[in-house]
């Protein structure tokens, strides 16, 4: 199966992309040449206006360009205006932030697919450059629990979340065991890192 991911915004989106890209290597998925992919997940910003825009502008080149690829757009955009993103030519799927870690399975990545020609790796790992990628970016908190009036976040990430420090360190130590040296680490507010446990 050929996948590509196009990411905008912030760090954790990029972070949540790598994620996703982890998913689909190890259930057999490769990147493809340019414009060649069949599954394309676009992870959407709406920061501003112009984030919503860029989404928009990208699904459309997407499907314009391969009319037969299947788009799941995922992200802020798409948890917050899921209307305008489904009557985007080519989205088969909408996948909003709440249900993020379903993404994979939204695309429909099945057993004929993944050994039907013989094509792709089975249950590869991460490893440095992945995408391109020397360091690794772990998202270890979302959302905010801030009402700020300028803010789109808590509408469209939810109230914050961390995850557990044991979680955290067997990532980290996974990870490392995967030949990574360095590791970013993110969050919406990071500041509220561990609130929430």
């Known amino acids: 199966m050929k996948y590509s991911i196009i990411t905008f915004g912030c760090r954790v989106n990029q972070a949540d992309s790598l994620h996703v890209e982890e998913q689909l290597i ?9 414009g060649d992919a069949g599954n394309n997940v676009v992870k959407s910003c709406s920061v501003t ?16 360009e391969n009319p037969t690829a299947r788009i799941v ?18 989205t088969i799927e909408i996948v909003p932030n709440d249900r993020k870690d379903d993404l994979v399975a939204a695309i429909g990545l099945t057993t004929a697919e993944r050994f039907g020609d013989g ?40 109230a914050g979340r961390s995850r557990r420090a044991s979680d ?4 980290i130590e996974r990870i490392a065991d ?5 590791i970013a ?3 919406v507010h990071l500041g509220s890192y561990g609130r929430d446990l």
């Open 26 to 34: 190890a259930n057999g998925g490769s990147p493809p040449a340019a």
């Open 49 to 64: 206006s112009s984030a919503d825009q860029a989404t928009r502008q990208i699904v459309r080149k997407v499907s314009r």
């Open 73 to 90: 757009v995922t992200g802020c955009y798409a948890t917050r205006r899921p209307d305008d993103v489904a009557g985007l030519a080519g």
């Open 119 to 158: 094509d792709g790796a089975c249950g590869a790992a991460i490893a440095p450059g992945l995408a391109g990628r020397t360091a690794f970016t772990l998202r270890v908190q979302t959302g905010c629990d801030e009402a700020c009036s300028y803010c789109i976040i808590p509408s469209t990430r939810g």
């Open 168 to 171: 955290v360190l067997a990532e």
């Open 178 to 182: 995967a030949g990574y040296r360095e």
């Open 185 to 187: 680490i993110t969050g």
